[in-house]
């Protein structure tokens, strides 16, 4: 049982990590353009922030990338899930192995390496390879996600279905999928995350008719942090909170 004392000496950690996202979202409620006097509150960096038509034409970028890529990983990743918890072949340890390397592999190597790999296939930067090299990084999370709640399950489950006559295919669709569906959608919400938050990747991928929002970012606050970023930050704060909590809530296992 936690004590009230345990609490507190959290506390500090808890107040560290999260201190300078508290100070973003206040200020994005700041009556003064400059971040670091306040001077009352307001909601109108938020109002002109969806008058900013270049913000929100790569915010539509970033959201058709983004569940595109959270879509495609996710049909992929489950059914790399599955086969690798499904079949004993040779080398199955050596493949589930270089999923977890790409998925901690330093961003800056995954995207040069997805950039040569464009340039020497003829392609351009822009939508295509972008959508790509996120589905790249997407997929070691969805099968990390679906696999560990496949490792939980009676194996005497999907036993029983063939047992009765199931093919392949009413085996994966009647039992291993709706036992994973919680599994399947923290999948997709974590991609969706990882794919809206990404710059280091995206800023090899992406070409200049193509902006997103995480590269559009960081190209405002290189001369300075202005209030409509601020709004624009607490949103998508808000956002991954709620997206992580229901990824959390799905993982849970039922009582």
Known sequence: MIRAR??????????????????LVAFSFNDSKFSTAWKGFTWKWYARLASNTQLMDAALNSLTIAVLAASIATILGVLLAVVLFRYRFRG???????????????????????????????????????????VTFCIPFVVATVHSRLKGFDPHVIEAAEDLGASEYQTFRNVILPMTMPAVVAGWLLSFTLSMDDVIISFFLTGPDYEILPLQIYSMVKMGVKPDVNALSAIMIGVTVCLVFASQLLMRKPK
């Open 6 to 23: 345990d609490v507190l000496r959290l506390l500090p950690v808890y107040i560290f990590l999260y201190a300078p996202m508290a100070a």
């Open 92 to 134: 199955r340890k050596f493949m589930q192995s270089w999923l977890f390397v790409i998925m901690m592999s330093p961003d800056i190597v995954l995207g040069i390496s997805l950039l040569l790999l464009f340039v020497l296939a003829g392609i351009r930067p822009g939508f295509l390879p972008l959508l790509a090299g996120h």
